[in-house]
């Protein structure tokens, strides 16, 4: 059976992870009708859904009308995410220590502000991503190695240190290095991963000055005990979870691994634009949007959030009305950077988001790079 038939399915999903409007009625409604739950389940599970999904439910006094297997997964799902949040603001700690009187502007990004801003189960994350200028890596991978970190990957539970030619191919082609890991030893984090970006998109060097412009407004907003530690400011925050939407939305490597769309991205940017947003933010997203050069960006990553959320804001409405590109066929491309070739797709953008084996559905063009 083909993705796209599931529509009842996909479209419950979708308000259980609605957690800060979460309409009762159209869920209740959702949950009389014969519904594939295995399939449900799996779908919250593959896109780091189930925490939203159990809050949302638990919210609405719902849970006692979904199947019990499903409940009782969800339940542990949540649990989890409680610990692991928990977790990784205890590791924020240690982060804070090393990054305090650092020489050089920094900013955490993504999970390690997140998981401040999120309820406490519905959002964990597995790294901290810290942006700074590519001229500062030096600098930040001495701190790193003094505290004990190595360069290598965590697989199946054990760590494999990189090999030379592995840390030079990341920082040479993908705007990061590879990642910095440290034992942790905390609950439901056993390795500690620090992430170094130095590009806004999946190239090494930028096309403008994106990085330093962010950093120059980065703001300390991340508690510990020591201090606060530096993130970029809320209206540049929300732009740079748009930009790394569409870098791996877009580049072709993700969408082989199956790891482009998933619906947590999303779902950081609906909670975000109904946490911060008024129509004087908008005004500022704009100006913030326009001055890095990202409307292509943020166009991508906002319709999609809009498209997904059922998001009725007349302030976004017109922000992308804005912002919109002339030639917005790059919705349905995907590139290849290393061979430089283009992709396209013809799926619905939600039927996209919920397909598997989307390699099998691209075809090549013969357009220059979107």
């Given at each position: 059976m083909e993705d796209c038939t599931y529509a009842a399915e996909h479209n419950l999903i979708l308000e259980l992870c609605r957690f800060m409007q979460p309409d009762r009625g159209k869920i209740a409604e959702y949950l009389q009708q014969s519904l594939h739950w295995p399939y449900i389940l799996g779908q919250l599970l593959f896109h780091r859904v189930g925490g939203a999904a159990y809050y949302t439910l638990d919210a609405c006094n719902l849970l006692g009308k979904i199947h019990r297997e499903c409940r009782n997964t969800l339940k542990t799902v949540y649990d989890s995410n409680v610990v692991k949040s928990a977790s990784m603001k205890e590791a924020l700690e240690e982060v804070g220590s090393l990054l305090q009187n650092v020489s050089f502007?920094?900013?955490?990004?993504?999970?390690?502000?997140?998981?401040?801003?999120?309820?406490?189960?519905?959002?964990?994350?597995?790294d901290v991503d810290i942006l700074i200028n590519q001229g500062d890596i030096t600098a930040i991978e001495e701190k790193l190695k003094q505290a004990g970190f190595v360069q290598g990957n965590v697989r199946s539970g054990t760590f494999v240190p990189a090999s030379r030619k592995e840390i030079i191919a990341s920082r040479m082609n993908r705007g990061e290095t590879v990642p910095f890991i440290k034992q942790a030893g905390l609950p439901q984090m056993d390795f500690l991963e620090m992430d170094i970006n130095f590009s806004l998109d999946f190239a090494a060097k930028q096309k403008n000055d994106a990085v330093s412009m962010l950093l120059r407004h980065a703001q300390p907003l991340i508690p510990t005990r020591e201090a606060f530690l530096y993130t970029l400011e809320p209206v540049d925050f929300l732009i740079h979870l748009c930009c790394h939407l569409f870098k791996e939305a877009t580049v072709y490597a993700w969408v082989a691994m199956e790891r482009d769309l998933s619906l947590y991205k999303f779902m950081d940017l609906y909670m975000l634009i109904h946490k911060w947003t008024d129509a004087s933010w908008y005004s500022a997203l704009e100006a913030s949007i326009r001055a890095y050069g990202l409307e292509r960006e943020c166009y991508y990553a906002l319709r999609g959030t809009k498209e997904l959320f059922g998001i009725e804001n007349v302030f976004l409405d017109r922000l992308l009305l804005s912002i919109c590109p002339s030639n917005i066929s790059y919705l349905q491309s995907v590139m290849q950077p290393d061979t430089g070739k283009t992709y396209c797709y013809k799926e619905s953008f939600v039927d996209w988001v919920f397909m598997s084996k989307k390699k099998e559905k691209l075809y090549e063009t013969a357009d220059e790079t979107p």
């Open positions: 502007p920094y900013a955490l990004l993504k999970g390690a502000y997140l998981v401040w801003l999120y309820p406490v189960g519905l959002r964990t994350s597995n």
